[in-house]
């Protein structure tokens, strides 16, 4: 078997931040602990997690924009340096805040294949066959972002990423800033290119309904954790975590079948519940069940 296109062991983020009088005391934000995950060629790996449970420091410790406090980053088998290019790109949230507002959309694009090299004769074919493969009209090359809705703007964000024909593409939340009807079809888009050029994709998304139809693993993060993991099937038909249960338990009902099997997750004094409180809620609940 060839080696993962990435693996990450023991991955850890501490950030240190400022707080009391005049910010005099310190304190640590454990926002990554310990994560190790594979994915492999052309495989869609989903990691889901609600809003600061570490998504966006595991795609920025794999891009490289963020230093990991321990841990090591692997691609193709072999480990990454701290600094340099990494052949991995990323699709933003926000796609009108991932783009040059001064460039052209073809300026856009080429920024990254400058980098490598590719001289302006090749790109500007290269741009073309791009903006074909995003299913966005040629012209476009000449448009600026605001001359393109959000779902258009979105499609240049990923055929910037494209260019360089990256071994790992890293899409954190890469539709939530859309309409729900262009979210469809951006990430049928992904779902195409994926099948079509075997990409390998890192899907992030608290939606756990997109992540239940795109992904092919998952992995469940929770306070920088991951909790769970196995194929997405698996995991949403028997979630074994206290707090995958929860996550999914909130997950819109698509059929009978499906509301029947839905777990119910206890509410500890009307609020969701940490980790540790509903594990003790279980135990609890647990012994109790044993008694009667
Ligand atoms: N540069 C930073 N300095 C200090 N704390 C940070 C920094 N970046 C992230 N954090 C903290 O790390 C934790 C994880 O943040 P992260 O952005 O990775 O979460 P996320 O899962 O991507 O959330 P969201 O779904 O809202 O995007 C949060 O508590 C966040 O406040
Ligand atoms: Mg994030």
Redesign the pocket.
Known sequence: MSAPVLELRGLSKA?R?RHGFMGRETRE?R?VNDVSLTIGRGEVYGLA?????????IARMIMGLTEPTAGTILIDGAPVAHAGQRPVQMVFQNPGASLNPRRTVAQSITVPLAVQGVGAADSAARVAELLEMVELPRHFAGRYPHELSGGQKQRVAIARALATTPKLLILD?PTSALDVSVQAKVMDLLADLGRDLGLTYLFIS?DLSLMRNFADRVGILYLGRIVETGTADQVFAAPSHAYSRLLIASVPVMSEDEARARPTIPLIDGEIPTAEALVAHEAKQLSQGSKA
């Open positions: 950030f931040v934000i926002a997690g609600e809003s600061g449970s570490g998504k966006s420091t939340e608290h």
